[in-house]
């Protein structure tokens, strides 16, 4: 006889997952309790406990979100670009555009990271894979504007460190102003390295 698993509809825990990041974006991680995500989704506990059985889970779920929101606006922003140089220097662009968001609070993995990173190993981890994604597609393009594998990857760690920066920066200031400032710099140590 095969085993019964009792799933939850896609919609029903994309649902969940996206209520969970308002809150926990907004208010942070540790002072949001699983029946506060309940009431704000309109589900059951039981339905809650059957998407996601744990709230590390949940914080995984919406991370994960995270991730995937921050590929494509990274993406669709390098992707309209041209040149090399231009695609670097566009991830500042998608940047302010962000900060100017009214409901921008930071890079939630930093901010999950700064909650829970010391606590929770799986936490730590999952930012760390986020910041290293980063870190690779950085390089990737990098690497189109300067051919030497060393001076790419050294260009990539400063650019990423830069963007990176800017995030904490406008988070803390309520400014989109560290964006432009990051890709005034990002331009200037790019055309260092292509030189």
Request: proline fraction near 4%.
């Amino acid at each position: 006889m095969a085993a019964t698993t009792n799933t939850v509809d896609p919609d029903v825990r994309a649902h969940i997952t996206a209520v969970a990041d308002e809150l926990f974006y907004t208010r942070g991680i540790q002072s949001v309790g699983m029946d506060q995500i309940r009431t704000a989704a309109g589900v059951s506990l039981k339905k809650l406990y059957a998407a996601f059985p744990g709230k590390e889970q949940l914080i995984a779920a919406v991370l994960a979100g995270r991730h995937d929101y921050w590929e494509r606006g990274i993406g669709q922003a390098v992707d309209a670009a041209t040149s090399p140089r231009d695609k670097l220097l566009a991830m500042y662009d998608f940047l302010e555009t962000w900060f100017g968001d009214e409901t921008f609070r930071g890079c939630g993995f930093i901010n999950a990271f700064g909650e829970l990173g010391a606590t929770s190993p799986a936490v730590a981890e999952i930012a760390r894979a986020h910041k290293d994604s980063f870190q690779r597609y950085v390089e990737g393009l990098a690497l189109q504007a300067v051919p030497d594998p060393e001076r790419a990857e050294e260009l990539a760690a400063q650019l990423a460190l830069l963007a990176e920066g800017a995030q904490t920066t406008a988070a803390i200031a309520g400014d989109t102003a560290p964006a432009r400032h990051a890709r005034l710099a990002a331009a200037t140590l790019i055309d260092v390295a292509t030189r």
